[in-house]
């Protein structure tokens, strides 16, 4: 027996039992081909065999004709396969479902929302790569996720990723809901496998770009009542990959089915902003000492009273003689009021403003996979990611 991974060429050898009964283990996700051959028999070659991540696939039987080695069996096509192998409830998001939609906040955990039971309740207008979701009415901490394999869950830091690829670096999303076997046992609740994209024998790439930005929003009803702009919302996303063999011509891997690598990065120059914050500034006369317009939210004249008297100025006004010059510069560091509609302010407030916040973000991703023979693979990934939140204040 052979099967052979259709996309990089890389073959894994098999015997049968007595019984005929046999077992690739281990074998990463993909579209594979099954060729079985006996000496006094046809060549049988099953094609388009998909096998994802965390299955147990049954190929059923396979019947062998009477007939040369030289003359093979093909077959293409069959019916709708039905798990029958193990009792476990299990999701899949493929790589195709993962590239044609889409996601606000390109987090792959939120996707799983398309399976049934999954729950997601993370704050969809944002960026990030951490998760929120509640499976089959269990904990977020009781959901364990794994990247080709190996465990990533910040125990101690609310379960959150302490890493996660990006969505285009990965292949297939699998997730084991409920009554899966025991080595997948490590937390209470269901399991989540993201399994990452390999090189093939041909090389594959990808550039792309997707753009959120405030000028395809409608501002909200407090900033038009406010007479405020829209908010900066700027979500921005380029990404790109590359993907093939590792070879040199007529010295090494020269079938290109030995050594491959896949990366992938993405950048996130996200910004965006606070809320419309209110605060109260001094005028310009208030600034000269002229408070003979300060009113309070009652609409009553606010009496400055001379400390040394307990009077109140005459006018409210005090006497420039009485103000002291580096005090009066000190006020030149608050600026001016921009708003004064009482109407609405209700002489809460006279100047409105936003901040501005900038949280950049880069992801890289690689992964080299080595067969060394038909017997062994070697694998290894990076998955690194950097993130800055910056925090601007932008006076109007």
């Known amino acids: 027996l052979v099967l052979v991974n259709a996309a990089t060429g890389v073959k894994r050898e098999g015997l049968t039992d007595e019984e005929g009964r046999f077992h690739f283990g281990s074998v990463a996700s993909g579209e594979y081909h099954l060729i079985a051959e006996m000496p006094g028999f046809r060549r049988l070659e099953r094609r388009s065999i998909n096998l994802t991540a965390a299955e147990t696939l049954s190929v059923g039987d396979l019947v062998l004709e009477v007939g040369e080695l030289n003359q093979t069996v093909e077959v293409h096509a069959e019916g709708a396969r039905v798990e029958t192998e193990t009792g476990q409830r299990t999701g899949v998001l493929?790589?195709?479902?993962?590239?044609?939609?889409?996601?606000?906040?390109?987090?792959?955990?939120?996707?799983?929302?398309?399976?049934?039971?999954?729950?997601?309740?993370?704050?969809?207008?944002?960026?990030?790569?951490?998760w929120d979701i509640?499976?089959?009415?269990?904990?977020?901490?009781?959901?364990?996720?794994?990247?080709?394999g190996v465990s990533v869950n910040a125990v101690g830091n609310n379960f959150n990723a302490i890493a996660v690829p990006a969505m285009d670096a990965v292949d297939?999303?699998?997730?084991?809901?409920?009554?899966?076997?025991?080595?997948y046992g490590r937390l209470s609740g269901a399991n989540v496998h993201y399994i990452q994209k390999s090189g093939s024998r041909d090389f594959h790439g990808l550039l792309s770009y997707f753009k959120r930005h405030e000028q395809f929003n409608a501002n909200d009803f407090i900033s038009n009542r406010l007479g405020e702009p829209k908010a900066r919302y700027r979500f921005n996303t380029?990404?790109?990959?590359i993907g093939g063999p590792v070879y040199l011509p007529g010295v090494f891997n020269r079938e290109k089915d030995k050594l491959f690598f896949f990366w992938c990065q993405e950048?996130?120059?996200?910004?965006?902003?606070?809320?419309?914050?209110?605060?109260?500034?001094?005028?310009?006369?208030?600034?000269?000492?002229?408070?003979?317009?300060?009113?309070?939210?009652?609409?009553?004249?606010?009496?400055?009273?001379?400390h040394l008297t307990g009077k109140p100025f005459p006018n409210n006004v005090i006497p420039a003689n009485r103000i002291d010059q580096n005090g009066q510069i000190l006020l030149k560091v608050f600026p001016l009021p921009n708003f004064s509609d009482r109407d609405i302010s209700l002489g809460s407030y006279n100047y409105l403003f936003r901040d501005e916040v900038r949280s950049p973000y880069r992801n890289e991703t690689l992964k080299l996979d080595y067969h060394p023979n038909s017997k062994n693979i070697i694998s290894f990934s990076l998955t690194h990611h950097l993130r800055r939140d910056l925090q601007v204040a932008k006076p109007r």
């Open 267 to 306: 950048f996130w120059p996200v910004t965006s902003a606070t809320d419309v914050q209110r605060r109260t500034m001094p005028t310009e006369l208030e600034r000269e000492g002229d408070f003979s317009q300060s009113l309070d939210v009652n609409g009553k004249l606010i009496s400055v009273r001379d």
């Open 94 to 130: 493929t790589s195709r479902q993962l590239e044609h939609l889409t996601t606000r906040g390109r987090n792959l955990m939120s996707m799983l929302q398309l399976l049934p039971g999954v729950v997601d309740r993370e704050d969809p207008d944002r960026l990030q790569h951490n």
């Open 238 to 241: 380029w990404t790109y990959n």
């Open 134 to 148: 509640s499976i089959n009415g269990g904990r977020r901490n009781t959901t364990n996720v794994s990247i080709d």
């Open 172 to 183: 297939e999303v699998t997730a084991l809901l409920s009554n899966y076997s025991a080595e």
